[in-house]
């Protein structure tokens, strides 16, 4: 992607954001420049930074043709502002990959209506991003390999059940089952089927079959219905599984 700096000293100044082997911190020199154009077709905003320096060595932007976003975990405002410049103003579609645990699902959630103190700031939401997952039903339904969820993360799921945001839909579905079965899993928890490939996969390439090779966007509604295959399998058999997100 290029853009093209607007701050005092900088103004006109042009850069290729694929230049830097490590990527570019997201900050107010890159949040308010002008996004000249890319040849990305989606957005990989992931949560982990180890997973985003993997898909940085593996070229995932030039495999897959999109531009990847580390968000550091809960996404910060500048993180958030360019996610809905990217969206808005360069008509990419967002993705959001997170472990599977409640957190990474309000992750998710913060990224799409926005932070309780902020949800009045709609520069900083992207409502039609998708949570990928790990969700809950995930762990569940495929059983993934997991770890127990702490007292803090229970408590977590409670205080979210109060929030109005999670009072209906997917949202109060998973948090729901995170109850029920007290474990969490990883974003690396998908590896456990890389035995559908021919070739032994890292769980980051896993989840990219899903996002690309496997996955379709088609508008319904006003929304997006994201089919997915890749990570809804078992054993060695592929599962589709449609997801709609309200």
């Known amino acids: ?8 000293g900088y103004e006109g100044k042009k850069m290729n954001l694929s230049d830097h082997p490590d990527g570019y911190a997201i900050g107010p020199s890159l949040t308010s420049s002008q996004l000249v154009d890319t040849s990305a077709e989606l ?15 593996e070229k995932v932007d030039k495999k897959f043709k999109s531009i990847i976003l580390n968000t550091g975990g809960q996404a ?43 949800a009045h700031l709609r520069e900083l939401t992207v409502p ?20 127990p969820m702490t007292e803090s993360d229970i408590k977590r799921c409670y205080d ?9 839909g997917i949202w109060k579905k998973e948090l729901e089952v995170f109850l029920k079965i007290k474990r969490k899993a990883e974003l690396e928890a998908t590896q456990k089927y890389d035995k559908v490939w021919s070739r032994p996969v890292s769980g980051e390439e896993d989840i990219l079959s899903i996002l690309k090779q496997n996955s379709l966007f088609i508008p319904h509604g006003g929304d997006f219905i994201m089919l997915m295959n890749g990570l809804k399998q ?3 058999e592929l599962d589709s599984c449609i997801k709609k997100q309200f």
């Open 1 to 8: 992607m290029t853009i093209e700096y607007t701050i005092p």
């Open 43 to 57: 957005v990989i905003a992931i949560e982990k930074g180890g997973l985003f320096t993997r898909f940085i060595e």
């Open 76 to 118: 910060p405002r500048s993180t958030r502002t360019l996610l809905k410049r990217l969206h808005d103003e360069m008509g990419l579609p967002v993705v959001i990959l997170t472990d599977g645990d409640v957190y990474g699902e309000h992750i998710a959630m913060v990224i799409k209506s926005g932070s309780a103190n902020a």
């Open 128 to 147: 039609d991003a998708k949570w990928m997952g790990v969700w809950a039903t995930d762990i569940d339904k495929y059983k993934l390999p997991t770890i």
């Open 160 to 168: 979210l059940q109060k929030d109005p945001r999670y009072q209906e």
């Open 234 to 236: 078992h054993s060695a």
